[in-house]
């Protein structure tokens, strides 16, 4: 833990630093030659210019010392002190060494990694207010004001819970069905806090929804400054959002999953919303969990967090049902607005015409003709996802994965998602030289197709990843979709989150099956809630005669999850799953982990892990609780070879957490003394949200 500020006398006085690299450790340096630079108090957090090799790098002081083990002779001294003061609150410093730890990533690097990019060199911080800052202000009153709307009793019960505790550490889960005022309840509350003078920070799980979570707070606050914070800016941009915020000039600060570590001068309130997103989870580098740390930084700073979601995670709702969270239910929609209707459609037996079933058809013309708009889900982008050989059965796969190449049209072209390889078109088949290609599945692209074939006369929007790459291209889209016209749009799971869409009434899902049996133990969790929040864009307006309607097509309709969800809902469904996981020994009964390796042959993966697994077992049996660490593996991935490299895990579970971080901390520092570094690349995955 970090060192209180130290008055040392600067002779003698050794510094210890955090500097970026792959070593799980800190490094000692001397004071700078030039002592006239050096401040009079040294506070952890300062950022220090270091040598490291040949190299210089911008590393974060961890605390001063009297003593070291590094020999004198060793010793180098420091280059520059960059900072009179720390930029970071003593509070965070801590936070942000416990989350190195607990993710078993080197400190150096995390920390490095959760500074603005404009603080990683060497350049001076400049902590001045200046004109120049990107935050988003407002001098005048909005065109369109968004005035606080009436709850409903549900609506004001769990504000008024929120705001009794503000001004200590609760939790709370605000667990309400889709278009259920969920940001009404955020936008109540965070008045509330900012009338006594707090910042706030709200997190978003996609860039694509902070643009009208702006807009919306703008409405409802002009008169406050709100910084924003996603990795869509200019490092300048980011870095004066940052700085606004650690001043306290900013009131509101909204961002995705790395706005967790933004510094706030007066922290009063933190909102995660749709808190069950995986985005939330960092999938590669630093692994950390910005809803997990969200409450662990409420906790530090003595503030209420609340978590929303109209379907949230197992482990969120096992800490409410636990009582660790406090819960909060809304049930209903309110005013006139009323819960869609869902069925199934079983195309088990179906002829369908590019994926589309005729009564799914028929109801899309009835919904348009009507004025309405329809939303068609599809997580899957391109026109097809197989290109085969009609005469032996050839299909285009990755050189480079253990994939299928998808077949574009929009350009033409075949593209790995895995490892984004590209290809022309194949005219033939390289293996018997047949003339008949075909295009296998359905994806966005085709589906776009079919359905300008059958509407010509209504827009069809295509919203994915491919179609809103340029700038400002997807802001352009749900502005033309906002405007209420006669619409069909048709894309991924882009449109399934957090958008509010008034004139949809008609959601169509053409595949609901492959959560159903995946290989991960979440799958079934993450089927639930993507078809949960899809169906919530059906419905959501305060209008009579725009009754929401949801289309599941399904060749799997009497499958246990589909019925208990349709039926009963997504916490029925959500007590079945808990039950399972708890008979099976996996989270959140149980704490887990994943190690893996990859390497540019199959055996290398192997060979370390494997011999990875025998330190994990020996440490193990010199472990008081090491009987609670169960290890399985090396498995391959789910998907063992991806970008050329071959790819194997070990996985490990205890239903004690300390166990596991014990063991998880000895092993981290053998494996980076072994003598494959180089051959295999190997991480750490603390509570992984997916085995890919």
């Given amino acids: 833990m970090p060192a209180p500020p130290s008055n040392a006398a600067k002779t003698g006085t050794i510094l210890r630093v955090a500097v970026p690299s792959p070593l799980r ?62 930029l970071i609150p003593g509070h965070l410093l801590k936070l942000w060494l416990w989350a190195a730890r607990y993710y078993q990533h080197p ?42 709307g009436e709850l409903t009793e549900e609506q004001q019960q769990a504000c008024d819970s929120i705001c009794a505790e503000r001004d200590k550490f609760r939790c709370f889960l605000l667990d309400g069905v889709t278009g259920s ?15 006594h003078a707090r910042q706030v920070l709200v997190l978003v799980p996609e860039i694509s929804l902070t643009p009208q979570t702006v807009a919306r707070f703008r409405q409802r606050f002009p008169h406050k400054t709100i910084a924003i914070m996603h990795s869509g800016l200019t490092p300048r941009q980011r870095l004066n959002a ?28 933190i909102v995660i919303d749709e808190e069950h997103d995986s985005s939330f989870k960092q999938q590669d580098g630093f692994r950390y969990s910005a809803r997990d740390l969200g409450v662990i930084r409420a906790q530090s700073e003595s503030i209420a967090i609340v978590l929303g979601s109209a379907t949230p995670s197992l482990e969120s709702l096992h800490n409410a049902l636990d009582g660790r969270y406090q819960h909060l239910r809304l049930t209903r929609r309110p005013g006139n607005a009323r819960l869609p209707v869902t069925r199934l459609i079983d195309t088990s037996q179906q002829m369908l015409e590019d994926g589309f079933s005729p009564e799914l058809l028929r109801s899309i013309k009835l919904h348009v003709d009507k004025g309405n708009q329809a939303l068609i889900f599809i997580n899957r982008r391109g ?17 480079h994965c253990d994939a299928r190449m998808t077949l574009h049209r929009t350009p033409a072209h075949l593209r790995c998602h895995h490892c984004e390889r590209r290809e022309p078109v194949h005219t033939h088949c390289p293996e018997c030289q047949g003339k008949t290609m075909l295009a296998v599945g359905i994806g966005t692209e085709r589906s776009e197709a079919l359905l300008q074939r059958h509407f010509p006369d209504t827009r069809v929007i295509r919203v994915d990843r491919d179609a809103t790459a340029r700038k400002n291209e997807l802001d352009g889209l ?20 957090g958008h ?48 929401g309607e949801v289309l599941i097509q399904t060749r799997h309709s009497t499958h246990q999850s589909l019925q208990t969800l349709l039926n009963q809902g997504y916490h029925a469904l959500a007590e079945q799953l808990l039950s399972e996981r708890r008979l099976a020994g996996m989270p959140p009964y149980t704490s887990m982990a994943v190690l893996r390796a990859e390497a540019l042959n199959d055996s290398a993966p192997i060979q370390f892990l494997s011999s990875a697994r025998e330190q994990a077992e020996q440490l193990l049996a010199q472990m008081p609780n090491g009987h609670q660490v169960q290890i399985s593996g090396p498995l391959p991935a789910p998907m063992e070879k991806r970008a050329n490299r071959y790819r194997q895990q070990l996985l490990l579970r205890s239903p004690q957490r300390a166990a596991l971080q014990m063991l998880l901390s000895v092993l981290c520092q053998q494996l980076e003394q072994t003598n494959t570094q180089r051959k295999v690349r190997w991480s750490v995955d603390v509570d992984p949200q997916d085995m890919i």
Avoid at 114 to 140: C, F, N, Y
Avoid at 181 to 195: D, N
């Fill in 25 to 86: 450790r800190s490094f000692d340096y001397a004071l700078p030659s030039d002592r006239h630079s050096v401040p009079a108090v040294l506070e952890p957090g300062i950022r220090i210019r270091v040598p490291f090799g040949n190299r210089e790098l911008t590393g974060i002081l961890l605390e001063v010392s009297n003593t070291t083990e590094v020999s004198s002779d060793k010793l180098k001294p420091a280059i520059s002190i960059l900072d009179q003061k720390s």
């Fill in 383 to 399: 026109f097809a996802p197989v290109l085969q050989c009609k005469d032996c059965g050839w299909t285009a796969e990755c050189r």
């Fill in 478 to 497: 749900l502005t033309e979709i906002n405007q209420g016209r006669p619409c069909i749009m048709v894309g991924t799971q882009m449109l399934a989150k």
């Fill in 242 to 269: 940052w700085l606004a915020a650690a001043r306290g000039d900013a009131d509101i600060v909204i961002g995705t999953r790395s706005a967790i570590f933004t510094p706030l001068a007066r922290p009063g309130l």
């Fill in 107 to 148: 400190i150096g690097d995390a920390l490095h990694t959760l500074m603005p990019t404009g603080l990683r060199g060497k350049a001076q911080a400049d902590i001045k207010r200046r004109k120049s800052d990107e935050v988003i202000t407002s001098a005048a009153e909005p065109d369109h004001p968004d005035r606080e």
């Fill in 500 to 547: 509010h869409f008034p004139a949809v009434t008609l959601v169509a899902v053409l595949d609901a099956d492959s959560g159903l049996f995946s290989a991960d133990f979440r799958g079934q969790e993450f089927m639930a809630q993507l078809l949960v929040q899809v169906s919530g864009r059906a419905g959501r307006a305060d209008t009579p005669g725009r009754t």
């Fill in 181 to 195: 005022g969920k940001t009404e309840i955020y936008l109540q509350v965070i008045s509330h806090t900012l009338v």
